[in-house]
């Protein structure tokens, strides 16, 4: 069983930077994507991005790319978020979430069914 815990968040202005991580204990967590989802008050949850097992092949939404970057560090079971240029539009619940399956080409994970474990979430509030 894998399990995900983020942290990191926080209340901050906008313009300021945050990064989150997602510490994850398992048996296969190394060889597992690893993504992060967003979901701010009376939306649905959204995709942010995503990263391969070994890091060299990073993904993002549009609305955070050139902003946010994704990274992993294997060695640490640690997966980051770190998050430039806040906007309000921001605000959110950020999670972190990984699959059960093994890394595929062929799997599309900036789909929430793709994946099978999530953290609980940490809050990130970004002030005008």
């Known amino acids: 069983q894998v399990q995900l815990v983020e942290s990191g968040g926080g209340l901050v202005q906008a313009g300021a930077s945050l990064r989150l991580s997602c510490a994850a204990s398992g048996p296969t967590v190394g060889s597992n994507a690893m993504g992060w989802f967003r979901q701010a008050p009376g939306k649905a949850r959204e995709y942010v991005a995503a990263i391969n097992p070994s890091g060299t092949r990073t993904y993002y939404a549009d609305s955070v790319k050139g902003r946010f970057t994704i990274s992993r560090d294997n060695a640490k079971n640690t997966e980051y978020l770190q998050m430039n240029s806040l906007k309000p539009d921001d605000t959110a619940v950020y999670y972190c979430?990984?699959?059960?399956?093994?890394?595929?080409?062929?799997?599309?994970?900036?789909?929430?069914?793709?994946?099978?474990?999530w953290g609980q979430g940490t809050q990130v509030t970004v002030s005008s």
């Open positions: 979430a990984a699959p059960r399956a093994p890394y595929s080409l062929s799997i599309d994970y900036r789909r929430e069914r793709n994946y099978d474990y």
